[in-house]
Nanobody, 119 residues
Framework: QVQLVESGGGLVQPGGSLRLSCAAS????????MGWYRQAPGKQRELVAA???????NYAGSVKGRFTISRDNAKNTVYLQMNSLKPDDTAVYYC?????????????WGQGTQVTVSS
């Protein structure tokens, strides 16, 4: 079994910063791509940022220059540093990891953490 646990969400004023973390635990052989997605009320879930096993990154245009994704392979953890937050960033943020367990590769999701940007 694999479990992803997220932390770091909360309420922040516009222009503020938050750092999200997502740690994986369980019978993990290796982790490939890690990513962050978000879903705002009434909208589809969208990719925010992703990072490959060799730390190549990809960002949604709306967050480029403001958000930074990083990973700590020794801790099976992915981070999302969010700066200059805007009200439009308000959403539930989910982490996703591509993980090999035994001989099987599957995608695993975190439970989601609420980020609210409001004055």
């Amino acid at each position: 079994q694999v479990q992803l646990v997220e932390s770091g969400g909360g309420l922040v004023q516009p222009g503020g910063s938050l750092r999200l973390s997502c740690a994986a635990s369980g019978s993990i052989f290796s982790i490939y791509e890690m990513g962050w997605y978000r879903q705002a009320p009434g909208k589809q879930r969208e990719l925010v940022a992703a990072i490959t096993s060799i730390s190549t990154t990809n960002y949604a245009g709306s967050v480029k220059g403001r958000f930074t994704i990083s990973r700590d392979n020794a801790k099976n953890t992915v981070y999302l540093q969010m700066n200059s937050l805007k009200p439009d960033d308000t959403a539930v943020y989910y982490c996703k990891m591509g993980i090999r367990v035994g001989v099987s590769d599957n995608d695993y999701w975190g439970q989601g953490t609420q980020v609210t940007v409001s004055s």
